[in-house]
């Protein structure tokens, strides 16, 4: 049960990183007179998806902590980062949903968006960094 955590966590952020570069090309196209078609709905499948197994994965990662090591604050700065990260993911999820449903010329709340879920990806950077540390030291 250990290794679902970490390798559905490294799945959903690399996914991160394919919704960010989808939304990329919107960035470019409108901000840069770039040249490029922006995918909605393939953006907005997949953020939903990312947020879900990130939310999925954060509660595994708690269980298996609790089942394997009988307790959850061990890994405090790992955990930290997790509940950092819970309110940004339902704040990327609601903007992005809400914005998926009322389709609208828009100016703030795509950037509230776009800021957030950035903020998010460094953070699930933050998350690989101290989660590598966990592995390398307790489940190897």
Sequence with gaps: MLWIHPIIQL???MMGFY????????????????KGKFEWKKHAFWGRIVIVVWLAGLVLGKLAVQNHWDMTGIFINHSQGAMFMTPLMLVGYLTGSYMDRHKQKRTWLPVVHGVNNLVLLGVALYQFYTGYFIIVNFML
Excluded: I, N, P, S
């Design 19 to 34: 919704v960010l570069f989808l939304a990329w090309q919107r960035v470019k196209v409108l901000h840069f007179k770039g």
């Design 11 to 13: 799945w959903a952020t």
